[in-house]
Structures are given as structure tokens and as C-alpha cells.
């Protein structure tokens, strides 16, 4: 599976949107980019997914550049609730179905 | 339609005891993954098991850890002798398969936090 880089950290003012980058230069035609988060150490839990094209759902949007190099999850107006560690993954089908996690971006909302 | 179910959800052992960590996987999902999540740091996969088999588990460290999933019950994760290094967060998750859908989400679990003394 292709590795992902993502920043560390990220700020964002409650009621605004928040735009968490990832970056995965080395994916495979075949893999899917993935967004989970954990908040507060429970158990992480699935927010989006696409391939190709931009993708929304109640949660969130998935815009993913025309080259699939990288990407940006958007929640469209951040709650306190919203504050979490937001794991960008690749993966391909049939392969496992593991995800690899890597250290994510820790997401804080601010009054 | 109640989601993955972890128990115990908090399980302190001291060293050289055994832990044994239970995961009821949502009704329907043949498959179960388990995590382990050390303080500060990502999950790491370790091991892939459907129903009576292990699929990989090219995770799991190769000494005192071990899983199954039998035909009826949970899975059920076991850690022999346990030392401080295996104290961590431990997260089942469970999907219905691999075939037949275009993604395959997985539903985790709220995690079983293992403290060794």
C-alpha cells in the first residue's frame, strides 16, 4: 500500500471549514484514498472514501487532485465535536482489506 | 443493530499473567481485524482472520501473541506472559467481505485498553 504524508497538526475556528491535506505521491491505480478519525482515543471511525472523482457525504468532501497525488478532506463547518486525529489511508481492494495507519493529523477546534 | 463489541473494555494484568481480549464482530461481518495502538501512535494491523481462519497475520509479533475466531463466540485475542511493552489500546474491527462492493469500510470497535503492571 502507498505511504501517506499528512501535517501533524491543524487548527480550525468553530463554524468554519477545515481542509486537511494529504499527500500520496506513490498510489497505485487501483487504490482507493480512505479518511477515518479517532476522537479521543475511541475506537476510529469511517468518514469518506474515493477513487477518482470528488466525493460527499453527510460528513464530509473528498476532493481528490486529476494526477490522484494527493487530496483534501473537508468538513464544511467544523464543530467542537470535530476535534480529532484524522487518518488519511490508501488501499487497494482484495488486498487484505488491513488498513495501515500512519500518525494522522490531530485536528483541534477552537471556540 | 448493535455495532462491534469489545469486552473488557479496560483490563489490567501484571507481568507474566495472561490477557485474553474479546471481539463480537456486527451481525453479519464474516471478517475481523485487530489493531493494537500504542500511546501517542497510529494503529498498527495485526492480524486478518475470517470464520476458523487466519488470512494474514503479518502483524502479529511472533511470540505470545495469538488469535482465533471460531465457528460460534468472538474472536478472541490472547496475549501470553505478558510484560509492560504490551500495554496499549487493542482495536477489533469487523467488515461483511471482500467481495461485491466497490469499498469494504471496516467497523471498529471501542477498543479494549490492556495495562500491564
Known amino acids: 500500500d502507498a505511504k501517506t504524508t499528512q501535517p501533524t497538526s491543524m487548527d480550525c475556528a468553530e463554524g468554519r471549514a477545515a481542509n486537511l491535506p494529504c499527500n500520496h505521491s506513490t498510489i497505485s491505480g487501483n487504490e482507493y484514498v480512505y479518511w477515518y478519525r479517532q476522537i479521543h482515543s475511541q475506537g476510529p471511525q469511517y468518514i469518506i472514501h474515493g477513487l477518482k472523482n470528488n466525493e460527499t457525504n453527510e460528513m464530509a468532501s473528498l476532493i481528490i487532485t486529476e494526477d490522484r497525488k494527493s487530496s483534501t478532506l473537508i468538513l464544511p463547518h467544523a464543530t467542537l465535536r470535530d476535534t480529532a486525529v484524522y487518518y488519511c489511508i490508501v488501499r487497494a481492494l482484495n488486498t487484505g482489506n488491513q488498513f495501515y495507519f500512519g500518525t494522522g493529523t490531530s485536528l483541534t477546534v477552537i471556540p | 443493530n448493535a455495532g462491534v463489541m469489545q469486552n473488557p473494555r479496560h483490563l489490567v494484568r501484571r507481568r507474566g499473567q495472561e490477557a485474553r481480549l474479546r471481539c463480537s464482530p456486527m451481525?453479519?461481518?464474516?471478517?475481523v481485524y485487530w489493531y493494537r495502538q500504542l500511546p501517542e501512535e497510529g494503529l498498527k494491523f495485526m492480524v486478518y482472520?475470517?470464520?476458523?481462519?487466519?488470512?494474514?497475520e503479518s502483524g502479529m509479533p511472533k511470540e505470545r501473541f495469538s488469535a482465533e475466531f471460531p465457528k460460534e463466540g468472538p474472536s478472541i485475542l490472547r496475549i501470553q506472559q505478558v510484560v509492560r511493552g504490551d500495554s496499549a489500546a487493542y482495536f477489533c474491527a469487523s467488515s461483511p467481505g471482500t467481495s461485491g462492493s466497490s469499498y469494504n469500510e471496516q467497523f471498529f470497535g471501542p477498543g479494549t485498553r490492556l495495562t500491564v503492571l
Open positions: 451481525k453479519g461481518h464474516s471478517h
Open positions: 482472520l475470517q470464520k476458523e481462519n487466519i488470512i494474514d
